[in-house]
């Protein structure tokens, strides 16, 4: 199984991170987008999947930053004429794109399109078997683990929460939200210390710090070291465009 990272920014834009997007793509599978936050989709395109070929986006949690692509990738989808898609996460994600098709009205009835909505425990998706637990977020968020060649686990946004390490544990990849360096007074997100208590005693193969605001630029080298006392396992900053095979 491949992990891309289509986007690794958050709600403030640099110019140099997209917002959160990821896309999984197995063998075995149909790709799967991951949250499809604001220019996630032109990080879609650069993949040889494409918008053509993803046919389910599954969401975290249903703040902007995580959705605002969504109309453009139906509308893309719609031009490319390959109009199945299926769009699935928490409680409220049919209201919201049914809000979104009141808003662009023309867009009704061009997709074949189905949206489901899942909840804490296990489901499947594009032939990816998921858990799911809720994390501590300022919104109702869910946490995903995909069982794979290797499994990747995804945060979405949250605190460091025991939950979300228990999830992640023995996984190949975990991509967790890192907001903010420990300078930051910050709620709803982690700072690099909290990260690194909650994942002490876990078993990854190799986190990746994602959903970085511009607080972090230039505080990656510290926001490293304070994870890093804590936690002994491999770390790094994920970057928009990085693929990670995920083997075992």
């Excluded at 999984?24 to 989709?41: I, N, Y």
């Excluded at 494409?50 to 139906?74: F, I, K, N, Q, R």
């Excluded at 060649?149 to 946004?157: K, L």
């Excluded at 876990?202 to 959903?211: A, D, N, P, S």
């Amino acid at each position: 199984m491949q992990l891309t990272f289509l986007g690794t920014g958050s709600a403030m834009p640099t110019g140099e991170r997209f917002q959160t997007g990821l896309l999984l793509d197995g063998e075995d599978r149909e790709p799967l987008m991951v949250d499809c936050g604001s220019g996630a989709l032109h990080g879609l395109a650069r993949t040889d999947a494409g918008y053509e070929g993803v046919s389910a986006v599954l969401l975290t949690h249903h703040h902007l930053d995580h959705v605002a692509d969504l109309m453009p990738l139906l509308k893309a989808k719609w031009l490319a004429g390959t109009t199945d898609l299926t769009v699935a996460g928490p409680e409220g994600t049919a209201d919201l794109i049914e809000g979104l098709l009141d808003v662009h009205e023309y867009m009704r009835d061009r997709l074949d399109l189905s949206v489901r909505e899942v909840g804490p425990g296990e489901f499947s998706i594009a032939g990816y078997g998921v858990q799911a637990v809720e994390t501590v977020h300022s919104m109702y968020c869910l946490a995903y683990r995909f069982a794979g060649g290797g499994d990747v686990t995804f945060s979405g946004d949250s605190e460091a929460v025991e939950a979300v390490m228990d999830l992640a544990d023995g996984s190949a990849a975990l991509a967790h939200d890192c907001s903010f360096p420990d300078s930051v007074d910050v709620d709803n997100h982690p700072t690099p210390s909290q990260l690194g208590a909650a994942l002490a005693g876990r078993e990854v193969g190799t986190v990746y710090l994602t959903h970085l605001y511009p607080h972090t630029d230039g505080n990656h080298r510290g926001m490293l070291d304070s994870i890093e006392s804590e936690y002994d396992g491999e770390v790094r900053f994920a970057r928009d465009g990085l693929t990670v095979d995920v083997g075992d």
